[in-house]
């Protein structure tokens, strides 16, 4: 049964690592300046945590194959445990050292680095079981929400004043977030009643919507493209169809969407 | 303050046993002052919680494989919820919230610290009982009605809530007005988990004083079994979180019954209706939450570290390498576990800045782990392995820590958690290094102290059986989640409509056969205890040749543990692959001349 167990941890050991290398499944395409830095960290990550997970499976299965044979014979681990401490925290250590080093520079540059100047600032609500996208239209300034002004029934998804507002009244709300190419975009996300979670696999980028406070986050989109942003935070029975798209166009596309969009 | 030193200095070196024998049925099986009773009702609460909580995900599997049809049998199970056997989006996330709910607290907390911490610990330490036997009555007690008043929720009218086992707020404080569930079902759930927190609390008092106060003579720190010293820094650990959690309830409850604000900011709109709640903070209780839920990790992980340290030299045959290494590892992660929690909240609208502080002492709390990992690996080597079912169970747990510890890299990232969290990749990594890990210390430490508790010993043919094929089950139900989750398959779905996870649907389905597998699996060890306990054959008083001082008293142990009997300790519990009289180990309860020889240098 020992060596059952020795087989069978090498099977899954290697087969497990094979099916990560073929890449069977894997991310989807990136469109985000960002997505080479954070695929590089998960690459680099996904190699030094593979090396260790087929090393240490190995030399589980060989130590059971070797203890469990009709020779075996009680032996002490060479050396003591101090060289496996040192062994575990120089390598693990310096792996830790290197991925905080690479992986806080991408970090900042998701969320410590502010916007470009020139981003386009689009302010996003979540509520059960939507996004809704708000632009500031001709006058460049976003009309105040209120609260108690919300009034899905009639649109007003925001709870806009446009009648005492008069930055609200050219406002533009899209249930799609319609973006131009390689266009620094600036998003203020809030949510109006709990907890949701914006979620873009082709951008990288997950941020969560907490009731309460307005969170900046940006990006850039680097190709044309339609994909779907759906919730990654629970939050009710209509959780698993929160989605909305994300589209992509070229700054001559996207000119005519929102010229389009103001005059309706 | 003389009269009172005097008094203690008095006392017999071994005080006679704090309660008297039980004398009736309800004294000796129900509300029984005897820890091997309460260890025993702990674990039979655990059991019946794991199944509740398995027979919960085999449901929300098969949904998740067939989400056009109907589960078989639920329709008559639950036809309220599941009329027709229909698993609606609200009723898949009730189940998800319960299956995660029971499984943590009930199950990865009760059983392998408060169950086989009860039996074992005041055991291994040479006490006859625990230090407070009617704290440990009332410690189960309290966690009964605690699971009584969370699986109560089933019986309301909008049943259990949907808020996850996490019950994030807003979502879980603003009432029935978010969703089915979040009325009475949720206010449940608050009560249970506070209610659950003070038993937890009694028990990890219980445990420290006992530690430290009710040793045998001889029995130093330095000599106590491993399992004894993860229980104790166990305790230390669950001390300190839930007090954090039982005040965090509290106030979830303040906010959905009595108007109060301390998790619900103003200007809400919930269903259509303005809240009148202003001033509260909705990452306070993801601050609350998450301070109780890493530590929780390993609460649910270190008891078994402790089981796989103790079982491993004895069926090795040879010392643990680096007993030492290895407590100091344990109390570091317990340290470290307290700086932790804000990776669980890289994504949460907090500082950026703070993700980068957690992320540190995150990872570097991989290497306290990566060193016992490769301590156990350092005692395998070179020895000359007994392989039962405990062992296979030891073994497995290595892997699994291994593989599931691994996948904690890249969510201990933040710039990579911005991809992997809420999906698939998650739920893969705790199951295996939370969930799975910790079961098969449980197993382990059931095949183990069986005979101890029951005077019979488990089938061992049986016990292969299901140990092999719960390790391959375990392995082609959790690792494939991995790759959902590299795809951006989220988590907390009741069906996939998008449309980049609906081409997942051929994974989900395998998953759901393996996992289909893995619980047809358990059902050999249900047959197996039950049988075991009945028929099977009698257990001498050390059935494994071990050291500890559980094994030098008889098969059950009598009432007040050591039958009279004060042990006297002189040795480690290390002392494997020495020549003595008894073979190749030495009793921590034998004379100090015992050794004949060493065996290993």
Known sequence: MGKLFAAAVTVIALVSAGIFLSRVWWLPPDFTTLGKDIDGQLVETMIFTGVLFVAAQLALATFVWQSTSRTAAIRVFPGGPMPLVATASVIVGLEILSLVFVGTKVWSKIFLAPAEANALHIDVQAGQFAFYFRYPGPDGKFGVPHPDKIDEGNSNFFGLDPQNDTAARDDIVSASLVVPVDQPVLLTMHSKDVGHSLYIPQLRLQQDFVPGLVIPVHFTATGVTKTEIVCTQLCGLGHYNMKAYLEVLSRQDYDKWLAAQAGQ | ?601
């Open chain 2, 1 to 601: 303050m003389d009269n009172v030193s005097a008094s203690i200095t008095e006392l017999p070196p071994a005080a006679p046993h704090q309660h008297a024998a039980p004398d009736s049925f309800i004294r000796n099986y129900v509300f029984s002052l005897d820890h091997k009773v309460i260890g025993k009702q702990y674990l039979g609460l655990g059991l019946l919680a794991v199944c509740t909580g398995m027979f919960l995900s085999w449901i929300m599997r098969y949904h998740l494989a067939f989400p056009d049809k109907p589960v078989p049998l639920i329709g008559l199970i639950a036809p309220t919820f599941a009329a027709g056997g229909v698993i609606t989006p609200e009723f898949y996330l009730q189940l998800m919230t319960m299956h995660g709910t029971i499984m943590v607290f009930f199950v990865l907390t009760t059983a392998p610290f408060a169950g086989f911490g009860n039996f074992v610990l005041p055991l291994q330490v040479g006490a006859e009982d625990m230090a407070f036997p009617r704290f440990n009555m009332m410690s189960f007690w309290v966690t009964f009605v605690a699971f009584a008043v969370l699986v109560a929720a089933f019986f309301v009218p909008d049943g259990p809530p949907l808020s996850g086992w996490t019950a994030y707020a807003p979502l879980s404080a603003v009432g029935k007005s978010s969703g089915p569930g979040e009325g009475l079902g949720q206010s449940l759930w608050v009560v249970s988990i506070a209610i659950f927190c003070i038993g937890q609390l009694l028990g990890s008092l219980n445990f420290i004083a006992t530690t430290l106060d009710l040793r045998a003579k001889g029995m130093t720190l330095a000599r106590m079994p491993y399992s004894t010293w993860a229980w104790f820094i166990t305790s230390i650990i669950g001390l300190i979180a839930f007090s954090v959690l039982l005040p965090a309830c509290v106030l979830l409850l303040l906010d959905r019954v009595a108007g109060t604000s301390f998790f619900i900011p103003a200007g809400l709109v919930v269903s259509d209706a303005l809240q009148p709640h202003s001033g509260g903070s909705a990452l306070l209780w993801q601050h609350l939450f998450w301070f109780f839920g890493h530590p929780e990790v390993y609460i649910a992980i270190v008891p078994g570290f402790g089981i796989i340290s103790t079982i491993l030299p004895a069926v090795c045959r040879k010392p643990h390498l680096g007993p030492r290494v290895l407590i100091a590892c344990q109390l570091a992660i317990a340290g470290l576990s307290y700086m932790v929690w804000g990776h669980h909240m890289f994504l949460s609208g907090m500082s950026p800045m703070s993700a980068t502080l957690f992320s540190v002492p995150t990872l570097i709390i991989t290497i306290p782990a990566a060193i016992i990992t490769l301590l156990w690996l350092g005692t395998i080597y070179g020895s000359k392995l007994r392989v039962n079912t405990a062992a296979l169970f030891c073994l497995g747990f290595v892997s699994v820590f291994v593989t599931g510890g691994l996948s904690g890299f890249f969510l201990s990232q933040p710039s990579i958690d911005t991809y992997l969290h809420g999906t698939y990749f998650v739920v893969g990594h705790f199951h295996f290094v939370m969930g799975v890990a910790a079961m098969f210390g449980i197993f382990a430490g059931t095949y183990f102290w069986f005979p101890k508790m029951f005077g019979r010993m488990m089938n061992e043919t049986l016990g292969k059986w299901h140990f092999a094929l719960t390790f391959l089950g375990v392995y082609a139900t959790f690792m494939p989640m991995h790759w959902l989750g590299l795809e951006g398959n989220v988590r907390r779905y009741s069906s996939f409509p998008s449309d980049y996870m609906h081409g997942s649907l051929a994974l989900h389905r395998f998953i759901t056969a393996a996992a289909l597998f893995l619980g047809a699996a358990q059902l050999i060890f249900l047959v197996n205890l039950l049988w075991s306990r009945l028929r099977g054959p009698a257990a001498p008083d050390n059935p494994w040749d071990a050291t500890s001082l559980e094994w030098s008293t008889t098969s059950p142990p009598p009432f007040d543990n050591f039958a009279g009997v004060h042990p006297v300790i002189s040795h480690g519990p290390n002392e494997y692959g020495v020549a003595s009289a008894r073979g190749d180990y030495i009793m921590q309860t034998d004379p100090p001349s015992a050794a004949a020889s060493s065996a290993v240098a």
